[in-house]
DNA sequence: ATGGACCGAGACGTTTCGTCTCGATTCAGT
DNA sequence: ACTGAATCGAGACGAAACGTCTCGGTCCAT
C-alpha cells in the first residue's frame, strides 16, 4: 500500500540469499500443506523457515505472492511437466487425454491445496490474479489453443471458431465443477465435457 | 437422547432478535462494499450494528457465514428475482437472453465486491462452499436445467444429452472468466458461448 | 579495510481474534 | 404478576499475527 516516494526501496536481486529464498518455498508449501492456507501466517514460515521476517517482508507484497511463487518454483523444478499437448490427428481423443490429467491433477491432494489458496486469493485480489493468469494459466491455455489451431487446418474444427472461446468451452466446466465441488470431477466428465463441445448439444440434422 | 454437552451450546432461535439480524446484514453489505471483504472484521460490523461481538458470534460461525446470510437476505428482498426462464420455443434465444443477464450482474459493482468475496471463501471453505451451492447456486442452475428439459421436448436438443453438464457447458465459462478476469465478460461472448455449444466446434458434415 | 546491503533474530505497538463477564431487557411458564 | 432463563449491548481480556523497526553479524565490491 505504501508506495512513498523515498520509501520505496528497490531490494537488489544480486545480494539475495538464494539460500533463504528456498526454505522460505519449503515452508510457505509445507505449511499450506499440513495447516491450510488461513492458518499459515508469514511468521510461521520465516520460523519454520530459520529466517527473519523482514526477509520475507522485504522480497514479497504478501502471504499469496510468496505462495504463488513457491508454486511456481514446484512446477519448475518438475521438469517433467512436459508441457505439450499430443497431436495424433484425433482431436477428440487428445482433448480428452490432457483433461483427464487435468482432472488428476485437480484432485491430487499434494496440489489441490495450494493451487486452491491461490485461486481463492486471486478471485478477490486482482493484482495477484494477473501474475495467476499470466504466469500459470495463460501459458497452459495457450498449449490449447495451439492445438486447437493445428486442429483447423486439419480440418477437424470448423473453420472461423475463436481458439480461445473454445478452450474455456473446455476448461471452464471443469474448473467450475472444480473450484465449487457442485458434483464429482471425473475422468467420464471429462469425456463427456469433449464429446458434447466438439459435437454440439443441437440434434445433427 | 442426551444432547446436553456443555461445549454444544444450542442458542434457541426463539428468543432471537429480528432487529439485530438485520442491521448486521445491513452492516455487513455497507463495509464490504466500503473496505473490501478482506479489512471487513467482525469487530467492525458489530460496531456498525450497535450490537455487542458476542451476537455475531453466538449465531454464525465465519465472517464469510455473516455475508452469505445477509447476501442471501438481499436477494430475498429483491423479490423481482423473478426467477424464469423465458421459453420462447427458440432455445438460443432464450439461453443468450439469460447469460447476458448474468453477465450484466456479475459486472454490476454492487453486486461483485460480495459475490467474488463469498465464491473465494467457499473455494477454500468446504462446508461454506456447500452452503453457497446449495442455497445459491444450485437454484439457479436447476432453471437452467428446466429449459433444458422443456427444449429436448421440442427437439430442440440432442436426445440423451446431460443436462445437468449441458448447463455447465454455459455457465462454466463464463465463471471462469469472470472470476479469473483472464478476458473481457461481454455480451457478444455470452452469445458465442450459445453459438458453439449448441451447434458444436466439430464440422457440421 | 571499509562501507553498504543483505541476513537472522526478535522487540515493538497495533489490530483483530474469540471468549468471557456484566447489568439490562425480554419472553415463557407457573 | 412473578420469576427464571436466555438474549441483548457493551466492552475487558489474553493470545495471535500483523508490519515496522532496530540490533549485530556476514558477505561482497570497492
Redesign the pocket.
Known amino acids: 500500500m505504501?508506495e512513498n516516494q523515498p520509501?520505496t526501496?528497490?531490494?537488489?536481486a544480486g545480494?539475495?540469499?538464494e539460500?533463504?529464498?528456498r526454505?522460505i518455498y519449503d515452508a510457505a508449501l509445507a505449511l499450506v500443506s499440513e495447516l491450510g492456507y488461513a492458518?499459515t501466517?508469514?511468521?510461521?514460515i520465516?520460523?519454520r523457515?530459520?529466517?527473519?521476517?523482514?526477509?520475507i517482508?522485504?522480497?514479497w507484497p504478501?502471504?499469496a505472492a510468496v505462495l504463488l511463487d513457491a508454486f511456481l518454483d514446484l512446477g519448475e523444478q518438475a521438469t517433467e511437466t512436459a508441457p505439450v499437448i499430443p497431436d495424433t490427428g484425433d482431436l477428440a481423443a487428445d482433448l480428452k487425454l490432457v483433461l483427464r490429467a487435468t482432472v488428476d491433477e485437480l484432485t491430487n491432494p499434494a496440489f489441490e491445496a495450494p493451487t486452491r489458496a491461490l485461486t481463492a486469493e486471486g478471485v478477490v485480489d486482482p493484482a495477484l490474479c494477473a501474475l495467476y493468469v499470466e504466469r500459470l494459466l495463460n501459458p497452459s491455455l495457450q498449449l490449447y489453443v495451439d492445438r486447437l489451431r493445428s486442429a483447423e487446418a486439419a480440418g477437424e474444427l470448423r473453420p472461423g471458431i475463436d481458439h480461445r472461446v473454445a478452450v474455456e468451452l473446455f476448461v471452464g466446466p471443469l474448473t467450475h465443477r472444480w473450484m465449487l465441488r457442485t458434483l464429482p470431477l471425473t475422468h467420464e466428465y471429462a469425456d463427456t465435457l469433449v464429446d458434447y463441445a466438439l459435437g454440439g448439444l443441437s440434434p445433427r440434422a
Open positions: 505504501n520509501n526501496r528497490t531490494p537488489d545480494r539475495r540469499s539460500r533463504s529464498r526454505a492458518r501466517t508469514i511468521e510461521g520465516a520460523a523457515a530459520g529466517v527473519g521476517k523482514q526477509t517482508y522485504r522480497w504478501s502471504k
